[in-house]
């Protein structure tokens, strides 16, 4: 519905209103007088009853929960207590003359003290009834009921490095791999991954592809246990590295290159780091690859001497 068929339908209503309070309005101001008010309290009579209708109606509107049930009960009580007024004022022709004094609403005793009642009780819970529900419409707060989501199960990438997170394996106590034991570093491939599903383990072969790609021997090494990583969010497009992406073999090569007048007490991680400007899992991986191909040579030049 557009704005102004919703406009007519209000003023439609407002006109409807406003003749039936008229109807109304002759009926209660002739009881008022029937019951012993005078002209000025006659004529506002009407508008504390049918008034209060009114309000408990807007009331009811705003309100909600047991506050809005309130309102509604006010609003039935009015609306009755209205409409046996109305109807006691056709019952009775004399109280439809106007020159009307106090008089009474019904012939049995019971019965006009129970009209009586009603009448003079009107206003007063008008009074009562009318404040309490304005203090609840002031003091109402609405409740904004949030939103249900969906929950689906979300594809992230986990952030690692280019090839994930370094493992070296240690040689257990008592193991005897030689003079000068070589860490063998497994690198854990990043791959998307599900929130609700456990992270994947890596193959079996990833510790020999390393040691081919590095030019390394295998080490009887025992292997650690890869830890855990958490999810995080995927990274964004703009936060990503646009140089590409070095292989193992690649960086050894730079490495030898740039190193090759360092002293071997210079090979540091940091150092090394510094000079590929990669990460600091690489460069120890480059560091301990570096270091065996240098005691590996001093070891030949040795035997050779």
């Given at each position: 519905m557009n704005r102004k068929a919703k406009a007519a339908l209000v003023l439609a209503l407002v006109v409807v209103v406003a003749m039936a309070f008229r109807v109304s309005w002759n009926a209660l101001r002739d009881v008022a007088k029937a019951i012993g008010a005078d002209a000025t309290a006659a004529t506002l009579y009407p508008f504390v009853v049918d008034g209060l209708m009114a309000l408990a109606l807007v009331a009811a509107l705003t309100l909600t929960g047991d506050a809005r049930r309130f309102a509604l009960?006010?609003?039935?009580?009015?609306?009755?207590?209205?409409?046996?007024?109305?109807?006691?004022?056709?019952?009775?022709?004399?109280?439809?003359?106007?020159?009307?004094?106090?008089?009474?609403?019904?012939d049995g005793d019971v019965t006009n003290w129970a009209l009586v009642l009603l009448a003079t009780s009107l206003p007063v819970g008008s009074i009562y009834?009318?404040?309490?529900?304005?203090?609840?419409?002031?003091?109402?707060?609405?409740?904004?009921?949030?939103?249900?989501?969906?929950?689906?199960?979300i594809v992230v990438n986990r952030s690692m490095p280019d090839l994930?997170?370094?493992?070296?394996?240690?040689?257990?106590?008592?193991?005897?791999?030689?003079?000068?034991?070589?860490?063998?570093?497994?690198?854990?491939?990043a791959e998307p991954l599900k929130v609700s599903a456990a992270a994947p383990t890596p193959p079996a072969t990833a510790r020999e592809r390393v040691l081919k790609g590095l030019g390394l021997p295998d080490s009887p090494l025992l292997e650690a246990s890869r830890p855990s990583r958490r999810p995080t969010g995927r990274v964004p497009q703009?936060?990503?590295?646009?140089?590409?992406?070095?292989?193992?073999?690649?960086?050894?090569?730079?490495?030898?290159?740039?190193t090759e007048s360092w002293p071997i007490e210079k090979l540091t991680?940091?150092?090394?780091?510094?000079?590929?400007?990669?990460?600091?899992?690489?460069?120890?991986?480059?560091?301990?690859?570096?270091?065996?191909?240098?005691?590996?040579?001093?070891?030949?030049v040795a035997v050779a001497g």
């Open positions: 009960r006010v609003l039935a009580a009015y609306t009755l207590a209205s409409l046996v007024l109305n109807y006691v004022h056709g019952l009775l022709p004399e109280l439809h003359s106007e020159s009307i004094g106090w008089t009474r609403l019904a009834f009318g404040s309490d529900l304005v203090a609840k419409v002031l003091h109402h707060r609405p409740t904004i009921e949030p939103r249900m989501q969906e929950s689906t199960d994930g997170e370094p493992v070296v394996e240690e040689a257990a106590p008592g193991t005897e791999t030689g003079s000068s034991p070589v860490p063998v570093v497994e690198l854990i491939e703009a936060a990503r590295s646009s140089r590409p992406t070095r292989t193992e073999v690649e960086l050894l090569a730079e490495a030898r290159s740039l991680g940091e150092g090394i780091r510094k000079a590929l400007r990669t990460s600091a899992a690489k460069a120890r991986v480059v560091r301990e690859a570096l270091k065996a191909e240098r005691e590996r040579d001093t070891a030949a």
